[in-house]
């Protein structure tokens, strides 16, 4: 039996990660799209989740900030995070804070054009 913890991944082993990375991507994009979606103009930051679906969707982004913007949706999405978003009020301020802390790092990428569809997007539900 060969220790395989140091051998390098095989060339199938790489795809399979590659579609597993994408699957997740795709569910972690559509989820936020639909919470978002949701919960709409009774969200304040609603508008700024859905800028930052379209900035990920928008090919012209660099891939770094993707990943930084997936890990703060992905964050939104995720049904048990540091404080329950069922309790009023304070249901979203941590996510309001992830979110915030991220959207600072790549606030230039984030173009007009991602905010007017998210608008559009808004308004639409």
Known sequence: MTDRLHEPFTAEEMEAMRR????????????????????????????????????????????????????????????????????????FTDDIAVLTAAFGAVATSIRPEHREDARRTIDEA
């Not at 997740?24 to 709409?40: I, N, Q, S």
């Open 20 to 91: 597993a990375g994408r699957t997740d991507e795709e569910r972690t994009l559509d989820g936020a799209f639909e919470k978002a979606r949701a919960v709409g103009k009774r969200l304040p930051f609603a508008e700024d989740v859905l800028a930052a679906y379209y900035c990920v969707r928008d090919p012209a982004t660099p891939r770094q900030v993707k990943w930084i913007l997936l890990g703060a949706l992905a964050y939104f999405v995720l049904p048990t995070d540091m404080i329950p978003d069922f309790l009023p009020l304070v249901g």
